[in-house]
């Protein structure tokens, strides 16, 4: 199932003329009904709107045309107006980058969508939906395979979405498919005892099992092509994810050195690594193994040249951290306990691993090695913690811990499916849908969940994809940075949840409030963590301008109308970095957001951030976490910050910069689509306002802006001590000598007038 969304695309069904046949009537392709708009048939894609030029006069208009305006009160049309803008106008300078040097002006990582997007801010809100539309259900059978696909598109490879198919021998299947693998890899199985050892199990099990081999095998020869041109396969592996999350020995690989960008710029065909990735997700999905839910009485195991296969049946099993490498694991169900690298590929010689478990209530977790510095935390494993020496400059007690699990794809893929139970995930760093030049996939079809990590987890990507992907359930996410929606430069990172009274929890940092400044934030030192959670993206910068690095796409969508709870501290909900594209979309419920800095829609550096929450009685910072700057709808420094709820009775509590605001050449935009709301601001600039335009004489004389749109009902507001009196009234912040071409904006309407955005 695809699920449709946004306000706006109803608004715009109810404003548009009858169409010439009935709703459910299409063309006799199966295409669309076509559109009457007045006198004319719209061709297909068009809609039947109003232009600019003529509002008020029905016009078939091409999809993005910024003339497009409603038949009936335009409200987005009124706000820009008391700002001096047009849809058409409304947009950075053409040539706003030319200020800077060339490497930031071109720089080669940044993503297909991004200018257009970013510099055509009204078209963000109907893109994050497109996106969130795209990604889909996860409940539905082919979730991974079709998302790796959209995000391969989105990152600028798209690949082919032929579903794959591997014949087997039809006798001895799963012994012959081993020997197959040895033999492509130099190796001599010994076919005859593989088949004595694997006659227990179903053949019909056997069939599915060889053919996930045969994936894997055309699997590595994609893997292989896509680095066939790295000198240095090995130390890409060590440092792959060292440019957020610190390696053990404290190196990375460093972007400013010639050879290091041209590696990452032309050096990896990530086509065919994205490819390797489609063609077995699709396996895993079209074999049907959720039939063999179940069975007992066997139990398989081989060694190849890539990791072990193993075969388990529905009874209880401890599989222990000794296993590594598994190639390939498939549990036909029971409450398993999971103790090596659950479907994560753990070497560089051991690129891929898969495992699937078709029922039971189960744990992943890792071989505890207690660390003095664990206190109030996940447990170490092996490789330790940092040592605490600074706090205050950022040498606190992180995991220093190497190893990725649970669906994690580091230089190669890895993936595991849950296909149902009540499932407790443990891991520290790297897992839980995790890819670093690789793709990384965790998809749970069922139960009540928890997920516990603390950083780089949770559908988090650089330079690859990673996807957690939970179908249905009240689940539990847990963790301190990088995670649950987070992308590094050229990865897309989605945590997609299909629905439950779901909870999204990035440690606050702030000790008076539970918090553990683990992860340091120049913001808030000592009282807060870089989150970079729930739809976060991130990119590099750098003030020499040798090789700054454009973010990738993060991605938060809760596709039900549970009532959900999302806590972050700087960096979280909706938000980007340095040319990062952060979304966060709830589909409905009576939620609550609580964040502390650049939060909910808010973002900083040439970013993108749209967080929209579709409708419910919604709390935003009215409960245990302060916010204390940058939030619900703020761009800062040519970003552009979006912040979107389609209607309810919600509670907004924000601190000063926030509630439609722009700050320093940003543009901030907040739209509530109706209900009786309270509005409290700790301070200034809110509601429709501006802070500091900043900059020289080329950045003064570009625009600052921030635009609040409420869509009607009773409302309060409050500002520090002193309440106002706003309901039913428009007001404008004029420019100041200091900053002419700054304009804030607050409008308010009735709820019959309508909101439309292309």
């Known amino acids: 199932m695809k699920t449709t969304i946004a306000l706006f695309a109803l608004l715009l069904a109810a404003c548009t003329p009858s169409k010439s046949a009935s709703p459910d009537a299409g063309t006799p392709d199966g295409g669309p009904a076509p559109i009457k708009c007045g006198s004319k048939t719209c061709a297909p894609g068009q809609s039947c709107l109003a232009l600019d030029s003529s509002p008020g006069v029905p016009a078939c208009v091409d999809p993005g045309d910024c003339h497009a305006v409603p038949l009936g009160k335009d409200l987005v049309g009124q706000m820009l107006k008391a700002a ?12 706003y980058l030319a200020q800077f040097p060339q490497a930031l002006q071109h720089d080669p990582w940044r993503l297909p969508h991004f200018d257009r997007i970013h510099n055509d801010p009204l078209l963000a809100p109907g893109w994050a939906d497109a996106l969130t539309a795209a990604m889909g259900d996860p409940a539905r ?24 198919s591997y014949p087997v021998d039809p006798d001895h299947p799963l012994a012959k498919a081993i020997a197959n693998l040895d033999a492509s890899l130099g190796g001599t199985a010994d076919e005859a005892s593989l088949e004595t050892q694997a006659a227990g199990i179903p053949l019909s099990l056997r069939k599915k099992v060889a053919q996930i081999i045969e994936a894997e095998s055309n699997a590595l020869g994609w893997r292989n092509q896509a680095f066939a041109n790295v000198a240095d396969l090995p130390a890409l592996y060590r440092y792959a994810a060292a440019f957020y999350l610190q390696s053990g020995d404290g190196r990375a690989l460093d972007p400013n050195q010639s050879a290091v960008r041209e590696m990452l710029t032309t050096g990896i065909d990530w086509t065919a690594l994205y490819q390797g990735a489609y063609d077995l997700a699709a396996t895993v999905e079209d074999v049907g193994l959720e039939s063999e839910a179940g069975e007992l009485g066997f139990s398989f195991q081989a060694d190849t040249p890539l990791g072990k296969v193993i075969v388990g049946d529905a009874k209880a099993e401890t599989y222990p951290a000794l296993l590594d490498p598994v190639l390939l694991l498939v549990d036909t169900g029971g409450d398993d306990t999971y103790h090596f690298a659950a479907g994560a590929n753990t070497s560089v010689d051991a690129p891929i691993s898969v495992v699937v478990d078709l029922g039971g209530n189960d744990t992943y977790a890792y071989d505890v090695v207690p660390n003095p510095n664990d206190t109030g935390r996940l447990p170490s494993d092996i490789d330790g913690r940092f040592n605490p020496r600074d706090p205050s400059q950022g040498e606190t007690a992180m995991s220093k811990s190497d190893r990725p699990r649970q669906g994690a794809g580091r230089c190669g893929y890895g993936m595991l499916f849950d296909f149902g139970g009540n499932d407790h995930y443990q891991s520290l760093r790297m897992s839980q849908g995790f ?41 539990q996410h847990k963790i301190y940075a990088f995670g649950q929606g987070f992308a590094y430069v050229r990865g897309f990172g989605a945590l997609i949840d299909g629905g439950g009274d779901d909870l999204y929890y990035a440690n606050p940092g702030d000790p008076s409030e539970g918090g553990d400044p683990l992860y340091y934030t120049p913001q808030l030192p000592g009282n807060g963590n870089a989150s970079f959670v729930q739809g976060s993206a991130f990119g590099r910068r750098d003030d020499t301008y040798v090789a700054p690095m454009s973010g990738g796409i993060g991605l938060l969508a809760d596709l039900g109308s549970g009532k959900d709870h999302y806590v972050a501290s700087v960096f979280g909900q909706g938000t980007g970095y340095m040319f990062g594209t952060g979304v966060l979309e709830d589909m409905g419920g009576d939620d609550q957001y609580e964040g502390k800095w650049y939060v909910q829609g808010s973002d900083a550096h040439f970013a993108l951030a749209v967080f929209h929450d579709h409708g419910g009685n919604d709390q935003y910072n009215n409960q245990n976490v302060a916010p204390t700057a940058t939030s619900m709808g703020v761009g800062h420094d040519y970003s552009v910050g979006w912040f979107l709820d389609d209607g309810g009775d919600d509670v907004y509590h924000a601190p000063g910069l926030s509630l439609g605001s722009g700050n320093a050449q940003g543009f901030g935009f907040f739209i509530d689509g109706g209900g009786n709301d309270q509005y409290t601001a700790n301070g200034g600039p809110t509601m429709g306002d501006y802070g500091d335009p900043a900059g020289d004489s080329t950045r003064a004389a570009e625009p600052t802006l921030g635009f609040l749109l409420d869509r009607g009902g009773q409302n309060t507001w409050k500002v520090g001590s002193e309440s106002r009196s706003l309901d039913g009234k428009t007001t404008t912040a004029p420019p100041d000598a200091s900053s002419p071409p700054a304009k804030g904006v607050l409008l308010q309407a009735s709820q019959g007038d309508i909101l439309f955005l292309p």
């Open 435 to 475: 890819g670093a030049f690789g793709v990384g996939v965790l998809e749970d079809r069922a139960g009540d969940d928890t997920y516990e990590a603390e950083a780089g987890a949770q559908g988090a990507a650089d330079f690859g994809i990673g996807l957690l992907l939970d179908a249905s359930g009240n689940d």
């Open 84 to 95: 001096g803008y047009t849809r058409c106008t409304l947009k950075f300078p053409d040539n």
């Open 141 to 164: 059978t082919r979730a991974a395979s079709e998302d790796i696909a959209e995000a391969a598109k989105r990152l600028g490879y798209p690949i082919k979405t032929t579903r794959p």
